[in-house]
């Protein structure tokens, strides 16, 4: 696979750009800045870096004085009126990505005391047993973590942290904020429910280097359906394909190649007459559905197909 495979599946994700540089999940409008900049890595592995520039100054000019983003936009209006502590942090790793493909450190500098904002904002969510609440609202900090939203927040770290390094400023946090004991902890049930049926709290952890082999082979029973990619959720028999491409890179990070390009082989069957992918597909029901494709499932199979293909032509300018 090369980048032409690609191409429609890139111009479609501009396509859904506003022109003051949100990328919506799709033509009506909603847009978070989690999935913004996940679209905003796959635009980086494009160089498309027109359409990146607008996209990073989207969620700049959003950020409040606290350096956080709210949770969820629509038409450009913020629609959700609470932050989560993922949001506006995962900024660091497209920001970083770009680094990775076009070595400028003038952009990192430029952008740098933005950034360094966001990373206390960031780090205001951080309990006293080191744990990160998941959401701020008006009513203060919720009082429990998401094992996903708190990976994220890890890997968000560690973008800072490289990107410090690179340009010579000072980084404090050195240690990493998750380990895999803290992963256990109940404390990561939304509302005393437990969220292990849903994939995302069992690969992302491997995201961050968490895990071992009993933790992939308890991955791939509980969500891989063969031929068909990974469940989002344990009980509904529904492959979604931002799942999919991500547990490709979590795996393919795991060492586990040969079942992560037969994950992504399954998945890119979905790609429409169009060269789009649709957001998922439902195999009791033989349908895709919703009935729609998302910008950022399109960003997480153009990163899977990074990191399984490189590309960019180099091999490490893809982190998540």
Same mark, same amino acid.
């Given at each position: 696979?090369?980048?032409?495979?690609?191409?429609?599946?890139?111009?479609?994700?501009?396509?859904?750009?506003?022109?003051?540089?949100?990328?919506?999940?799709? !033509?009506?409008?909603?847009?978070? $800045?989690?999935?913004?900049? !996940?679209?905003?890595?796959?635009?980086?592995?494009?160089?498309?870096? @027109? $359409?990146?520039?607008?996209?990073?100054?989207? &969620?700049?000019?959003?950020?409040?004085?606290?350096?956080?983003?709210?949770?969820?936009?629509n038409l450009n209006e913020p629609s959700k009126a609470f932050f989560e502590a993922h949001?506006?942090?995962?900024?660091?790793?497209?920001?970083?990505?770009?680094?990775? #493909? /076009?070595?400028?450190?003038?952009?990192?500098?430029?952008?740098?005391?933005?950034?360094? @904002? #966001? %990373?206390?904002?960031?780090?205001?969510?951080?309990?006293?047993?080191? %744990?990160?609440?998941?959401?701020?609202?008006?009513?203060?900090? $919720?009082?429990?973590?998401?094992?996903?939203?708190?990976?994220? &927040? !890890?890997?968000?770290?560690?973008?800072?942290? %490289?990107?410090?390094?690179?340009?010579?400023?000072?980084?404090? /946090?050195?240690?990493?904020?998750?380990?895999?004991?803290?992963?256990?902890?109940?404390?990561?049930?939304?509302?005393?429910?437990?969220?292990?049926?849903?994939?995302?709290?069992?690969?992302?952890?491997?995201?961050?280097?968490?895990?071992?082999?009993?933790?992939?082979? &308890?991955?791939?029973?509980?969500?891989?359906?063969?031929?068909?990619?990974?469940?989002?959720?344990?009980?509904?028999?529904? &492959?979604?394909? $931002?799942?999919?491409?991500?547990?490709?890179?979590?795996?393919?990070?795991?060492? !586990?190649?040969?079942?992560?390009?037969?994950?992504?082989?399954?998945?890119?069957?979905?790609?429409?007459?169009?060269?789009?992918?649709? @957001?998922?597909?439902?195999?009791?029901?033989?349908?895709?559905?919703?009935?729609?494709?998302?910008?950022?499932?399109?960003?997480?199979? #153009?990163?899977?197909?990074?990191?399984?293909?490189?590309?960019?032509?180099?091999?490490?300018?893809?982190?998540?």
């Amino acid at each position: 696979m090369n980048k032409k495979d690609l191409q429609s599946a890139k111009d479609w994700i501009i396509s859904n750009q506003s022109s003051n540089g949100a990328i919506y999940w799709d !033509e009506k409008g909603k847009c978070d $800045a989690w999935d913004h900049c !996940e679209c905003l890595i796959a635009l980086a592995i494009f160089e498309e870096w @027109t $359409a990146f520039d607008r996209g990073i100054d989207w &969620v700049l000019n959003n950020i409040n004085s606290e350096g956080l983003i709210y949770s969820e936009f629509n038409l450009n209006e913020p629609s959700k009126a609470f932050f989560e502590a993922h949001h506006a942090a995962y900024i660091f790793l497209p920001i970083l990505q770009r680094y990775l #493909i /076009d070595g400028k450190k003038e952009y990192l500098k430029k952008r740098f005391k933005e950034l360094r @904002t #966001i %990373y206390k904002g960031m780090k205001s969510f951080q309990d006293d047993d080191g %744990y990160f609440c998941w959401a701020k609202s008006s009513q203060g900090y $919720a009082d429990n973590s998401l094992i996903t939203a708190s990976c994220s &927040v !890890e890997l968000s770290r560690r973008a800072y942290k %490289y990107i410090s390094e690179i340009i010579g400023e000072n980084f404090a /946090d050195n240690e990493d904020f998750l380990n895999k004991e803290m992963l256990a902890s109940k404390k990561f049930n939304r509302d005393g429910i437990d969220r292990s049926r849903f994939s995302m709290d069992s690969y992302y952890p491997l995201l961050c280097g968490y895990g071992d082999q009993k933790d992939i082979t &308890v991955l791939l029973q509980n969500f891989y359906i063969e031929g068909l990619g990974i469940k989002c959720v344990i009980e509904e028999p529904w &492959v979604t394909l $931002a799942e999919s491409s991500e547990c490709v890179i979590a795996l393919l990070k795991s060492g !586990e190649k040969e079942i992560a390009h037969k994950i992504f082989n399954d998945i890119v069957k979905l790609k429409n007459k169009n060269g789009v992918f649709p @957001t998922g597909y439902q195999y009791k029901l033989d349908l895709l559905w919703p009935d729609e494709s998302s910008t950022w499932t399109n960003a997480a199979v #153009i990163m899977a197909a990074d990191c399984l293909f490189d590309l960019t032509g180099k091999e490490k300018a893809i982190l998540i």
